[in-house]
């Protein structure tokens, strides 16, 4: 039986218990309330081990289940830590690949300008040749159609002179 419902069961009956006339006094049968209580009393010391026992397995509980919320707690803010630097890691990362890209693209463009630059002074070059080149030929070719002229000019005039002294000559090719 529960000490507690014992007890409780005990005051009720001292509360309905016959009045004594003219007093505050109650009519109870003293051997029976006497065994309950003894009951109670022998009951009760059991119950308090198991209550004792139960407040020390709940305080146990909280303590673990404290040590584990923090511990848990402590993991998650590590874990936390751990991602924020990963991604502050990663966005380090990507800026330093952005200016080594965006420095590549400098240096390529720097280059094919000077690439540029090199096939353009290449061309003026070719150019300038060429135009001396054309210049020459074109020189040869004057001086060419000078003698050209002037070797047909002494052709003519050495058959005028052959006809009228009548020699022929032959030409040959």
Excluded: C
Excluded at 2 to 9: C, F, R
Excluded at 34 to 51: G, I, N, T
Aim: net charge negative.
């Amino acid at each position: 039986m529960d000490v507690l419902e014992e007890i409780e069961a005990i005051m009720e009956e001292v509360r309905q218990a016959k009045n004594v006339p003219l007093s505050a006094s109650a009519m109870i049968n003293r051997q029976d309330l006497l065994e309950r209580l003894e009951s109670v009393r022998a009951s009760a010391p059991e119950e308090l081990k198991q209550a004792r026992w139960v407040m020390r397995d709940r305080e146990e509980l909280l303590s673990r289940t404290q040590r584990e919320a923090e511990q848990l707690l402590s993991e998650s803010r590590a874990e936390r830590d751990r991602l924020l630097s990963r991604t502050e890691i990663v966005h380090a990362a990507n800026k330093e690949a952005d200016s080594i890209l965006e420095e590549a693209k400098n240096r390529a463009r720097e280059m094919r300008l000077e690439a540029e630059d090199y096939v353009d002074a290449k061309l003026a070059s070719f150019e300038v040749i060429l135009q001396k080149t054309l210049q020459a030929v074109e020189k040869g070719r004057e001086s060419l159609r000078g003698r050209l002229e002037a070797s047909a000019e002494d052709e003519d005039s050495t058959e005028e002179n052959a006809s009228e002294t009548g020699n022929v000559r032959i030409r040959r090719p």
